[in-house]
């Protein structure tokens, strides 16, 4: 058995993971989160996980909860491919299945049951469909025996079972008002009706069942855009405050709901519909202040954005809105080019430091005041230092100046000797010339 530290919650269990994990770990399914010390969002997630231990035991899982510190097993966690904290994942045999969706316990139990059981999930009479039916928004069948359908269906559904369940079924099983052109087939349940996929329209299978996974219509939020971007489908959204039962955010809702519904067949492989609960989300997306309510289409693989041009009054004007993106007459905005790029780090940057004020002013000042504080006195002195050496130059200078002017006058013995000099050669000349005069007397 795994060597383990049991740490108790209530009653429940998380196993605390050392290194024998993974030499013994293949028969049971574990489902692990693997964590630092240090991270804050460990931190956070720690309680939850707690809470999934408790729950897993007492509805009699078979699935084992644990933990482990990456940064001590650190080869362990690269094996399993962690790369960021914290990492869930839930192992079955030599497969490893990541966990993306919101931390909460209802989630991450939601999707340990979903990937630990059966990947097909047979439903052999009308009852348990209904049945099934009403807990799934979305549900994804396969109708018919053996075929390479059949085949490629369980393929997608190893990739995809960390989204959505897949199940199987006759055709007898599945309501009259079905109709299917041909056996076998793969049909989707959602928006109180169903669609077929056609190889031919539709495309590669799996590509198909991750465009059809979510509804028509969504409440958007941080994460389900994420997603959504796996979609490669453009993301029409009406921005509005839930709270606020006002005509116009009523009214720019209901008109993105009665697109998603009467204009499916025209949009649905193109886009995805909603509508997203204020605009903070949307503005640091944008790295833009949107007034709400208001209506904006995403392209969530290259970050570019639509504004409409001019009012939204009907339904009418928002489907001639989704044609100029589709024919390229709408101005596309944003993007992820190098300006972008730019923007994004100085958006970024002034939002952190805002963000810093704003929830505690005397770290924000201790934070970014000090760094300004050395900067400045760094500043100071090289600038007092330059100043310090001009004015040593300049006196040196005017020493040497000084000294070249008194080497040009000479020094005080060599002018004394020149004034004698001159004397002496004075007193010769007087004598020379007395000589003459005596000379002319005698």
Same mark, same amino acid.
């Given at each position: 058995t795994v060597v383990a530290h049991v740490v108790a919650s209530g009653a429940g269990f998380v196993e605390d993971l050392d290194e024998s994990f993974k030499e013994n770990r293949k028969d049971d399914i574990w489902l692990v989160d693997f964590y630092a010390p240090w991270c804050g969002h460990c931190k956070k997630l720690e309680p939850v996980w707690n809470e999934v231990g408790i729950e897993m035991k007492n509805m009699g899982s078979p699935v084992k909860v644990g933990k482990m510190d990456a940064t001590s097993f650190s080869s362990i966690a690269s094996e399993f491919g962690v790369r960021g904290y914290p990492t869930i994942k839930l192992l079955k045999g030599d497969l490893a299945y990541n966990y993306r969706g919101p931390r909460t316990k *209802? *989630?991450?139990?939601?999707?340990?049951?979903?990937?630990? !059981? +059966? =990947?097909?999930?047979?439903? +052999?009479?009308q009852h348990l469909f209904e049945h099934v039916k009403k807990r799934h928004r979305v549900l994804f069948v396969y109708v018919g025996g053996e075929s390479p359908l059949k085949e490629k269906y369980i393929e997608v559904a190893s990739e995809l079972i960390v989204y959505t369940y897949f199940f199987s079924a006759s055709e007898d099983v599945l309501p009259e008002y079905v109709t299917l052109p041909e056996l076998p087939a793969v049909v989707v349940f959602k928006d109180g009706t169903y669609f077929v996929y056609d190889e031919y329209e539709d495309g590669d299978l799996s590509s198909w069942i991750n465009r059809e996974r979510f509804q028509g219509y969504l409440n958007v939020d941080g994460f389900t855009l994420y997603e959504l971007g796996d979609t490669g489908k453009l993301v029409a959204i009406a921005v509005i405050d839930d709270k606020n039962s006002s005509v116009e955010h009523t009214r720019l809702k209901s008109i993105i709901q009665e697109v998603a519904r009467d204009y499916r067949d025209h949009f649905h492989r193109d886009f995805q519909f909603g509508h997203m609960d204020g605009n903070d989300y949307i503005n640091s997306l944008l790295m833009d202040d949107l007034t709400i309510p208001t209506i904006v289409v995403l392209n969530t693989s290259n970050q570019q954005y639509f504004l409409p041009d001019r009012h939204i009054e009907n339904t009418e004007d928002m489907v001639q809105f989704i044609n100029n993106i589709l024919d390229g007459t709408a101005e596309a905005q944003g993007g992820d080019g190098f300006l972008q790029r730019i923007k994004r780090i100085i958006y970024d940057a002034k939002s952190t430091v805002m963000s810093v004020f704003k929830s505690s002013p005397?770290?924000?000042?201790?934070?970014? !005041? =000090? +760094?300004l504080g050395v900067i400045s006195i760094m500043c100071y002195g090289i600038c007092t230092a330059d100043t310090d050496g001009v004015v040593e130059e300049h006196e040196a200078a005017k020493k040497e100046n000084g000294e070249r002017e008194l080497t040009d006058e000479g020094s005080e013995e060599e002018q004394e000797e020149e004034k004698n000099g001159k004397y002496t050669e004075l007193s010769d000349g007087e004598l020379t010339q007395k000589d003459i005069m005596e000379k002319k007397k005698d």
């Open positions: *209802d *989630d991450i139990i939601e999707f340990a049951n979903r990937v630990a !059981g +059966p =990947l097909i999930r047979p439903l +052999p009479s005397l770290l924000g000042c201790f934070l970014f !005041g =000090l +760094p």
